[in-house]
Structure formats: C-alpha cells, structure tokens
C-alpha cells in the first residue's frame, strides 16, 4: 500500500483510541473530541476500508472481526510512534518522572534517590507519591513503582520486595526484666491504629482472636511514615512492612519482638510501557534501582525480596 492511500490519521487515531476503550464515549475523552466526532471519523475509516469496524448497540460498541483483526497492530503502530518521537527528542539527559505509592517513596526511595543523582548526573528527577494507580496514556510519567499483583497489560514489570509486615516497637516498650512478649501479649498493650487490617491479618496468622483486645481509645494514624515516626517516639506498637524501616531497626531506634513476618497479598513492582523499555534514562534508573534492591536483599532476613 502507498503511504498516498492510508486512510487519514484523524480517523485512524479515533478507531485506536475507541477499540482500547470499547467505547466512543471514552475515545472522546481521551482525544478532546465529541462522541459526535469520534463516530463520525470512524464512519470515515469504515467507508474508506468498505467494512465495519463497530457494530452499534444500545449503551455500547462491539469490535468487529476485522475490527479484532486491525486493533492491536494500530496501537502498535502508535506505541512505535510514540517511542520513536520520544526517542529522537531525549537522550540520556532529561527529567525522569516517577510516580511511586508513598509508603515506598518516603522510606526507602527517597532515602536512596540521592545515589542516582551521583551516578546519573545529567538526569533530573520528578518524585510524584500517589498510591493510585496512574494512566500513563494521559498521565506524563516515565515509570510507576506499584503496589499489587503485577498483571497490568502493556507495561514492563520489575519485582522488587514482597507487601510484607510485623510488629515494631521502641526498645522502652519492651518489658523490663527481658522477658519475651508472646502475640497474645500486643492485645493488651498499646498499638497504633489497632483497626489496621494487617493488625488483624497478623493475629489472625497466629491463631488470635482481636475481638478478645480490651477495648481502650487508641491512636489512629493514615501511613506507614507517621506510623513508625509515633513508634520511634515510644507512642505504642506499629504494624509495618521491616523492608521499609530497615534502617531504624539496624540503628536499634526499632525492634522487632517477633522473628517472623506475615505477607499480604501482592509486591512492589517497577513499570514502565512497553514503547518505554528503551528510554535511555528509563533502562539508567531501572539497573540503578534493581542494584539497590539487589544490595537490600543480601542483608535481609524478612523473605519479602524472593518472589512468592
């Protein structure tokens, strides 16, 4: 086919956007177009192919077999464009935009970003924390660290650490003559956000009833950063995830009076799209970050960085 007799790419870039969507409505939201608009260039696209790419129902849009057949080959084209554009107005320079969930960023990214900065001094680095999880299709982020179960199509994946916790204390909470604390003892002794569902998921790991916890007021906090901050501070006991408060536990300002973790469901992932995966400074601060975590899991002892 010559490049003269494609079809135009209004009506082509209309077609990708509402075959992803299953949807015209939302095809039109993406592109700032109207519904109006969207069906009429597909109409276009349609008339141009002699085939119909949608069968129209009453609240929705049905691909057609040679719609099936034209869809994923469309957005593949579109990722190449996208990557190609982006390639040829990048090199290893540039910002890099990093949307990560806040319990991860906070305490154990951030603590470490600085080491990229040395190590890639020519990239600048955008940390956003939002535990939502971002569109990169219209959201102008280069990777994303999730918390979650791994299966979100077209993005690159990287394990990283397993969702994982226990429960942290002061060292002043632990009894004074040394004797261990058994779990049933954390009932009866004061615990930050005691309604937390991992407070829960871990008694119920060891065969505790909560509903047997002496009911008393109780400090309810929103994050596992304030979280530990109050369990520093001596304010009571904290369900948190060690990974992430590796270093205070090392430095002796928490301890752990109970070996063992319990694991929740899902991980810490790294992602990116798939037309991303070769992004110079993407690939720079994925071998950096994998390093790290590489250099985290050799002096762990949680289990959290083997993949369940």
């Not at 696209?45 to 609240?59: D, N, Q, T």
């Not at 990048?90 to 990229?116: C, K, N, T």
């Amino acid at each position: 086919m010559s490049r003269i007799s494609l079809p135009p790419l209004a009506a082509v870039r209309a077609f990708e956007a509402a075959a992803r969507h299953e949807s015209f409505t939302r095809a039109a939201d993406e592109l700032g177009m109207t519904q109006a608009a969207v069906s009429y260039q597909i109409r276009l696209l349609e008339e141009r192919l002699g085939a119909r790419l949608f069968l129209r129902k009453a609240r929705q849009v049905v691909l057609t077999d040679v719609g099936r057949r034209l869809s994923p080959v469309v957005t593949g084209a579109f990722d190449q464009l996208v990557a190609a554009f982006a390639n040829a107005s990048e090199d290893l320079g540039g910002v890099l935009r990093i949307s990560a969930v806040h319990s991860f960023a906070a305490l154990w990214l951030a603590p470490r970003l600085g080491g990229f900065q040395i190590a890639q001094p020519d990239i600048a680095v955008a940390l956003d924390t939002d535990n939502r999880i971002i569109d990169f299709a219209r959201e102008e982020f280069d990777c994303a660290i999730r918390s979650g179960d791994g299966e979100w199509p077209g993005l690159v994946r990287h394990f990283l650490f397993r969702v994982h916790f226990a429960p942290v204390c002061s060292p002043a909470l632990l009894p004074a003559d040394g004797m261990p604390l058994t779990p049933a003892d954390l009932l009866r002794q004061p615990r930050l956000s005691p309604e937390d569902v991992w407070w829960i998921d871990w008694f119920a790991a060891k065969g505790i009833d909560v509903a047997e916890a002496p009911h008393r007021p109780s400090i309810r906090l929103d994050s596992q950063a304030i979280e530990g901050a109050a369990a520093v501070a001596g304010q009571g006991f904290a369900i948190l995830a060690p990974a992430l408060w590796h270093a205070d536990i090392a430095a002796g300002r928490l301890v752990r009076p109970f070996d063992d973790v319990v694991f929740g469901g899902g991980a810490f992932w790294l992602v990116y799209p798939e037309y991303k995966r070769n992004t110079p400074k993407i690939r720079a601060f994925r071998d950096w970050l994998l390093a790290r975590v590489a250099e985290h899991a050799a002096i762990d002892d949680t289990g959290a960085f083997r993949p369940a």
